[in-house]
């Protein structure tokens, strides 16, 4: 579908072919998969890092809480260690955090790539099963990048992943 005349951003997406249009070669279609799934969710990850840091300053500078009850209020920092002391250590601490949601993202990018390619390989088809199969050990996968991480975290990660895995695929092509 186009747009004025130009590719919407879907079509755009879905035009890229990951064998030809790859940043990088590294002599496996698996290994190619992993890396630009996980250098592109990587990216889309420290976005939404330091968006969301930038959401709290600005609430944060109008004298809000993040639970929407007006001035005053207790809230929960996504980096606690920003407190302001100076700027270096503000800034120490974005790129610190930002860095290892990056490599969060990143990891189930290309956990999540690897193992539908891995599993489509295997078993000749890609279905909802590898769906499955992939999101529950993508989601058991960031549950353990977590701090203080428990047994019940892993297991509600991997249903979840799992969950969300199936459901996408389900409904590929339905909108």
């Not at 005349?5 to 940043?23: H, M, P, Q, W």
């Not at 007006?70 to 920003?82: D, E």
């Not at 891995?118 to 590898?130: I, Y």
């Amino acid at each position: 579908m186009s747009i004025g005349g130009r590719n919407s951003l879907l079509d755009d997406l879905r035009s890229i072919d990951l064998e030809k249009d790859a940043f990088f070669d590294l002599g496996h279609p698996l290994l190619n998969r992993f890396a630009h799934s996980f250098v592109k969710a990587a990216a889309i990850g420290a976005v939404q890092a330091v968006s969301r840091e930038a959401y709290f300053k600005a609430v944060e500078g109008a004298g809000l809480d993040t639970n929407g009850n007006g001035v005053g209020g207790s809230k929960r920092r996504s980096f606690p260690n920003l407190r302001g002391e100076t700027n270096a250590k503000s800034l120490e601490a974005l790129v610190k955090n930002t860095g290892k949601e990056s490599v969060q993202w990143g990891l189930a990018a290309g956990i999540y790539s690897g193992l539908t390619y891995g599993l489509k390989e295997a078993r000749g088809a890609h279905d909802w099963k590898n769906s499955a199969v992939a999101g529950a050990l993508t989601g058991m996968a960031v549950a353990l990048t977590s701090e203080d991480v428990s047994h019940e975290q892993v297991v509600q990660f991997a249903i979840s992943g799992a969950a969300l895995s199936t459901a996408a695929n389900l409904l590929t092509g339905i909108f």
